[in-house]
Each structure stands twice: as structure tokens, then as C-alpha cells.
């Protein structure tokens, strides 16, 4: 089983950027496709990008695109999300997920492995 831990979440104003890591450990991570999922208070969990395990695709979430960029660093088992120009409707924890096959997805349900979750909040 792999352990996600998030971090990197914070306050921020509308217009401004953070970047979220996503540690892993636990069972081999190079292969695994990996996942960020929001979820602002009253709503249910939303894709926002995704990750092969290669790192050679990639996908996003209409909502995201342009202004996020997922990306991998395998050797330290750390999946990022740079968030630019950020908006107050981005404001949800973010949650890292991982599933056991190198092909993305984009249903909560497609993956096994989840974080805790790290609270963005963006103020206008």
C-alpha cells in the first residue's frame, strides 16, 4: 500500500500561485498513474489532473487548464501541482491519489491509494 502525504497548501490571494508535493512511500511508486482530486466544503470530490506513470501523459480538468501544470519527480517518489493565477472556486482540499497501472484516470474510484489532503483557500 502506498502512503501519500500532502503539502504546500495554504492562503492565498486570487491571482496568486501554489505549488502542491505529494510524497510517496510504501509499495514501488515509478509505475503508478497519479491523481489530484478537490473538495470544497458541501461538494463531492473533483478531478483536476492526472499523471501517467511514465509521466508522459498528462490530463486536466477543463476548470484547471492553462493555469495548472502536474508534473513527477520519480526518483524522489513526489508528484507536484503547480496552480497559477488562482481563482476563489479553487479554493478545496486537494487530495494525491494513486493507482496500481501506469494509465491515468479521472474517477475517484480508479484509485486506491489516497492522501490526507492539504487545505487551499483563495481569497479575492
Known amino acids: 500500500q502506498v502512503q501519500l502525504v500532502e503539502s504546500g497548501g495554504g492562503l492565498v490571494q486570487a491571482g496568486g500561485s501554489l505549488r502542491l508535493s505529494c510524497a510517496a512511500s510504501?509499495?514501488?511508486?515509478?509505475?503508478?498513474?497519479m491523481g489530484w482530486f478537490r473538495q470544497a466544503p458541501g461538494k463531492g470530490r473533483e478531478f483536476v489532473a492526472a499523471?501517467?506513470?511514465?509521466?508522459?501523459?498528462?490530463y486536466y480538468a477543463d476548470s484547471v487548464k492553462g493555469r495548472f501544470t502536474i508534473s513527477r519527480d520519480t526518483p524522489k517518489d513526489t508528484v507536484y501541482l503547480q496552480m497559477n493565477s488562482l481563482k476563489p472556486e479553487d479554493t478545496a482540499v486537494y487530495h494525491c491519489?494513486?493507482?496500481?497501472?501506469?494509465?491515468?484516470?479521472?474517477?475517484?474510484?480508479?484509485?486506491?491509494?489516497w492522501g490526507q489532503g492539504t487545505q487551499v483557500t483563495v481569497s479575492s
Open positions: 499523471i501517467s506513470g511514465s509521466g508522459s501523459s498528462t
Open positions: 491519489a494513486a493507482r496500481r497501472t501506469s494509465l491515468l484516470a479521472v474517477t475517484p474510484n480508479s484509485y486506491d491509494s
Open positions: 510504501g509499495r514501488t511508486f515509478s509505475s503508478d498513474a
